[in-house]
């Protein structure tokens, strides 16, 4: 029988399956997908507390709905960096990112067209969930190498340790479930 944690997020509340990552830790899984509600409320309640910016930057996956729904609000456009590359990309910046829900080192990349809009423009990194912070380093090190101005981290959840942080704007803290 599956456990749950209960999250109060942005005026709403919702269970969250708690999910093996390996023998020592439990985590509570936070999916926007196809939580449009969700989405939305959380997405507005950040717009409000970050920085002005010029485009904001996700990862690929569960940061696009935010990042886009964020960017609508304020009116600025967001970049995706790739888990793969595609055939429409040239000169290509790449990083290594290993994060906590994923089991292999990934490698995000960003194209070198959406590269040569970043440099000299200021950007906001978002993400669902900050946890280790890897994949926030690593969207860090992409905007540095084109040449961009991070003016702020946000993300709807800090993630144990990760709500300790001087550098992320969040919404709400989520425990990590350790195991004896």
Not at 149 to 155: F, H, L, P, Q, R
Request: charged residues 25%.
């Amino acid at each position: 029988m599956a456990s749950y944690y209960t999250l109060q997020v942005a005026g709403l509340t919702r269970q969250l399956k708690i999910c093996p990552i390996n023998e020592k830790l439990d985590i509570a899984a936070f999916i926007l997908f196809s939580d449009v509600e969700l989405t939305e409320h959380c997405a507005t309640a950040l717009a409000t507390r970050v920085p002005a910016c010029d485009y904001i930057l996700t990862a690929e996956s569960k940061g696009i709905p935010l990042a886009y729904e964020m960017s609508r609000k304020m009116h600025v456009p967001y970049i995706v960096a790739r888990k793969s590359v595609k055939a429409y990309m040239t000169d290509i910046l790449s990083v290594e990112v290993k994060s906590i829900t994923t089991a292999a080192v990934q490698t995000l990349y960003l194209d070198g067209d959406k590269a040569a809009w970043m440099r000299g423009k200021r950007f906001l990194i978002v993400d669902d969930v900050v946890s280790t912070g890897e994949s926030l380093r690593a969207l860090q090190t992409l905007t540095e190498a084109a040449g961009g101005e991070i003016v702020g981290n946000a993300a709807v959840l800090a993630e144990g340790n990760a709500a300790d942080r001087k550098d992320l704007i969040y919404l709400e803290q989520l425990p990590l479930f350790f195991k004896d």
